[in-house]
């Protein structure tokens, strides 16, 4: 499908990458160490913020999911895991060795899924509010379910600001076409078992580089627990709280994140 | 025109209650032995039913005080047993819900045999909400439906040895039906649709259609049913390919009807009473239909008055009158309502009449069953088809 114009995306270059047949809108802008950035829930767009501000201290590559935006979606693809796969192919179309990986969220659940299967292809690893480890055990439930809430509702949890940007019923149509293929590629993804991988907690320990976990001190999407369960399976990652941030604390505080995804590097470097 | 009697089998006791009826109600609102009373009065009512010589269809919903058969082939195989002639149509099987269609084929053999091959199996897509309760992947809803569909006429018609089936959804080993269904090579197929689009299909298909109220579209969907069957049978589908769904009141004093309606009427405000997150579940619709319905805007699916005005979910029985989703007054009246509908839709063949809804109590259900099937029904038999309609695909969707 054609990509869209995205004002909010003005500072760099919107194009598309071909990864083994398969379209991928890929972002770029900035200079410096290359830095892969995988968006959350929110889409690439909802990402403009903190993209911008890590333009200026790194070379960002910044695609949009399968099913999102305006990237295909190969026709056997209906888990995270299996994009784990398609990313590592990106990095050797785009001649990427090892760069900065960086992910929010439901991007977060993609990093990992990706270095998991091939743990030196990133110089060192943020997650961001990341979902992907199990998210409820039977009655007791950790992260807030997205298909249960209103869109109202949702967009108010998602961060401690009021949400920006216009509602379903304001979008043009194209926004609309992307907000739409977000919510079928959202539950293609992670509707069972929700926003996670249940084998992924037993394998993020193939993951050595130097690692970082930044959550937003006042996510209301999930419960304190899951930041635990987060330290029991990447126990190596230091972890680090963005004051007055939500769960999309790349929203809420997109200097202060960046500026911490800066210093992570100067140390990891 | 054949009439097959039709309750959702509330439980309206829990109406009173404050908010939502469906998905997160929480169960404590039921009270089991009412419930019981409710379920077996109703069983009562399709057996007066089948005495009266009209015909039955059942459906099924999930965690909703608005429907209590939670398994349409559940209450088939209860009607299988306690009727002697009347068709049990299933509509329907919400396919794509169901995780087993080898286990679907089963009962579908079993209420076949038990009925003594008077079962007729629609499958159905559901409502959205219904995956929720399910917990059924959302999206590639419909190639899983097509696919159970594919492997459940397998599975029913089979005269040859066992098959293994590796499909993309479905897996089985072996497939053996203890009982096999009377009906040969199955039985009689239905599907529902609400726009020309959908209804295609079923026509390609040569299954009956049927539409659940909606009014003045019924004719596009039957014209789209139409085209599609003339284009793959080289033939007009006979009136008894389509079928309409409406709530009916029927009684010998006009102003009883009436007052009945309104009774009846109260499961249209029941109905819809759900969080608004329910309406749509992110991934059950693809992309595009989810663009054209924002588009078209949040009236454009409701009904419409006779004036071309909106039906509101509050609205008179009149204006539901005036939408064709029910028909109302005497035997005369109700008669000359529904032959008239048939002739502004271009023709139907099967008339699926909630006879009891809502808050109808059953000395009331008793009478308008017994109206129906004493006073309309011999005249709509002898409904003379109507030459159908050159319409073209004017609904949404």
Known sequence: METAELDCLNFGKLDSVEVLGTGIELFRAGRGAPLLFLHGIDGLEGSAAVLSELAKSFEVYAPSHPGFGASELPAGMDRVDDMGYLYLDMLGVLGLEAPLVVGTSFGAWAACEMLTKEPARASGLVLASPLGLKTADRREHWVADIFMLSKQDLAQRLQVAEPEGPTLFEMSEGQMLRALRADEALSLFGWTPYMCNPKLADRLHRITCPAMVVWGEKDAMIDPEYRLRWRDALPQARVSMLPGAGHRSHADKPAELAEQIGQFATGAA | ?397
């Open chain 2, 1 to 397: 025109m054949k009439i097959w009697h039709f309750s959702e089998q509330a439980y309206h006791p829990a109406w009173k209650a404050e908010g939502g009826l469906r998905v997160t109600f929480p169960q404590y609102h039921c009270d089991p032995v009412e419930a019981g009373q409710l379920l077996n009065r109703y069983l009562d009512e399709y057996c007066l039913a089948d005495e009266l010589g009209l015909n039955i269809m059942v459906n099924e919903h999930h965690a909703t005080a608005t429907c209590m058969s939670t398994s349409v082939m559940t209450t088939l195989a209860i009607l299988a047993r306690e009727t002697k002639q009347a068709r049990l149509l299933a509509l329907g099987i919400p396919l794509a819900n169901r995780s087993n269609p080898l286990r679907v084929a089963e009962e579908i053999a079993m209420a076949d045999c038990l009925s003594g091959g008077r079962l007729e199996v629609g499958f159905v897509k559901g409502v959205p909400l219904e995956v929720v309760v399910s917990n059924r992947q959302p999206t590639k809803f419909m190639e899983r439906f097509w696919e159970a569909h594919d492997l459940i006429l397998a599975a029913v018609s089979n005269l040859g040895e066992t098959f293994a089936w590796e499909g993309e959804h479905f897996h089985y080993r072996t497939s053996a039906l203890w009982p096999r269904p009377v009906q040969q090579p199955h039985p009689p197929m239905w599907g529902t649709a609400s726009s020309a689009s959908s209804a295609r299909q079923y026509g390609k298909l040569g299954y009956t259609c049927a539409t659940f109220l909606s009014g003045a579209v019924a004719r596009s969907v039957f014209t789209g049913y139409r085209d599609a069957y003339i284009e793959a049978h080289n033939k007009l589908p006979s009136p008894d390919r389509l079928g309409y769904l409406a709530v009916v009141s029927c009684a010998s004093d006009r102003a009883e009807a009436f007052r009945r309606a309104e009774a009846m009427k109260e499961y249209f405000i029941a109905a819809p009473r759900f969080d608004a997150q329910f309406r749509n579940i992110m991934g059950f619709n693809p992309v595009e239909a989810n663009l054209r319905t924002l588009q078209a805007g949040a009236s454009a699916m409701r009904p419409r008055l006779s004036n071309g005005g909106t039906l509101q979910t509050n609205g008179s029985v009149e204006d539901y009158m005036s939408a064709g989703l029910m028909f109302v007054g005497t035997p005369d009246e109700v008669y000359q309502q529904i032959a008239q509908f048939n002739v502004d839709v271009g023709g139907f063949g099967n008339l699926l009449m909630m006879g009891q809804a809502g808050l109808l109590s059953h000395e009331d259900t008793v009478d308008n069953l017994t109206m129906m099937a004493r006073e309309v029904a011999p005249r709509l038999a002898e409904l003379s088809d109507v030459p159908p309609l050159e319409v073209r695909y004017e609904g949404v969707g």
